[in-house]
């Protein structure tokens, strides 16, 4: 079964950094464009950040210089460092996978709660 | 960036029927686009992709159309499990989501 879970989030202080993790099953995570997509309590959806099968990563404007995505290729494990954390940050982050540049996502990880507040 | 518009924002329908959703991109995504059903506190699940495809298991009602900037989300005879919200997302460039469509009930 083709699957993604989540982990690592939680609270942290402004200023502060945390670090989410993304573990597959059922597929291989260095063959595909792997995404972070977050969503802040009762907002829609935004898109933060992806890692190419060739290692080339994107950010949103908004993380930019702030968070940076990883993958592990043995653990098969995408994550996302993420520092600097604003209150802004304060969402429910998913992962989720792309077959290509140019393709939709799908799974989806159940998601991870991070909360940016002192 | 390409920027994604959906309307309306909130739909007030009954069971039966027949929702259309509306998404407008700032320029042309040919048929790069997908839509997505959410509820709460469930991560969002594919429903259509390249604008018109139906995923695998997604039932018969639901259906898209559209090319270039202008696409549409139909079911045909809503169903009490489709109250959700709908969201449409470009993929030519990069990644956009549209801003959510919540369908409730009448």
């Known amino acids: 079964e083709v699957q993604l879970v989540e982990s690592g989030g939680g609270l942290v202080q402004p200023g502060g950094s945390l670090r989410l993790s993304c573990a597959a099953s059922?597929?291989?995570?260095?063959?595909?464009?792997m995404s972070w997509v977050r969503q802040a309590p009762g907002k829609g959806l935004e898109w933060v950040s992806v890692i190419y099968s060739g290692g080339s990563t994107y950010y949103a404007d908004s993380v930019k210089g702030r968070f940076t995505i990883s993958r592990h290729n043995s653990k098969n494990t995408l994550y996302l460092q993420m520092n600097s954390l604003r209150a802004e940050d304060t969402a429910v982050y998913y992962c989720a996978r792309a077959s290509a540049a140019r393709s939709w996502f799908d799974p989806w990880g159940q998601g991870t709660l991070v909360t940016v507040s002192s | 960036d390409i920027q994604m518009t959906q309307s309306p924002s909130t739909l007030s329908a009954s069971v039966g029927d027949r929702v259309t959703i509306t998404c407008r991109a700032s320029q042309s995504i040919s048929s790069w686009l997908a839509w997505y059903q959410q509820k709460p506190g469930k991560a969002p699940k594919l429903l259509i992709y390249?604008?018109?495809s139906l995923e695998s298991g997604v039932p018969s009602r639901f259906s898209g159309s559209g090319s270039g900037t202008e696409f549409t989300l139909t079911i045909s005879s809503l169903q009490p499990d489709d109250f959700a919200t709908y969201y449409c997302q470009q993929y030519n460039s990069a990644w956009t989501f549209g801003q959510g469509t919540k369908v409730e009930i009448k």
């Open positions: 390249k604008a018109s």
């Open positions: 059922g597929f291989t995570v260095s063959s595909n464009y």
